[in-house]
């Protein structure tokens, strides 16, 4: 795994939809692996908040037999944190505008994903 090829995947994805603000891959224990963030957030407190969303939305599932988790998304008056599956050890974020087209972006998350998986396995 090439942290550039992470990179290079994330910078894709916010190229590609200009509602999105930012992007990150995360470890599943709440470390920064590759980011593509404004400059004002601090990444260290987006992996660990991410971390902690995706603790609480798999113990939801769980809790509420809706299976394996896949996704958690956040939604506030000024936008959305999307948090996707990208492997058993990585969460893809992602930070969007509120005037988001929801399908397009969750099109746009699935097939990044899909490619993070790829570059780390």
Do not use: C, H, W
Not at 97 to 109: A, E, N, Q, T
Request: charged share 25%.
């Amino acid at each position: 795994m090439k942290e550039e090829d992470l990179n290079a995947q994330l910078a894709e994805l916010v190229r590609l939809n200009p509602q999105i603000e930012g992007s990150a891959l995360v470890s599943s224990d709440g470390l920064m692996i590759s980011s593509q963030l404004p400059a004002n957030f601090d990444e260290d407190r987006v992996a660990a908040m991410s971390a902690a969303l995706l603790t609480l939305g798999e113990r939801a599932v769980d809790e509420l037999e809706k299976g394996v988790p896949e996704q958690v998304t956040v939604k506030g008056d000024k936008g959305y944190i999307i948090l996707t599956s990208a492997g058993s050890e990585a969460v893809l974020i992602v930070l969007a505008r509120s005037d988001v087209k929801l399908g397009l972006l969750y099109l746009d998350i699935k097939n990044t994903s899909k490619k993070l998986k790829e570059l780390m396995y």
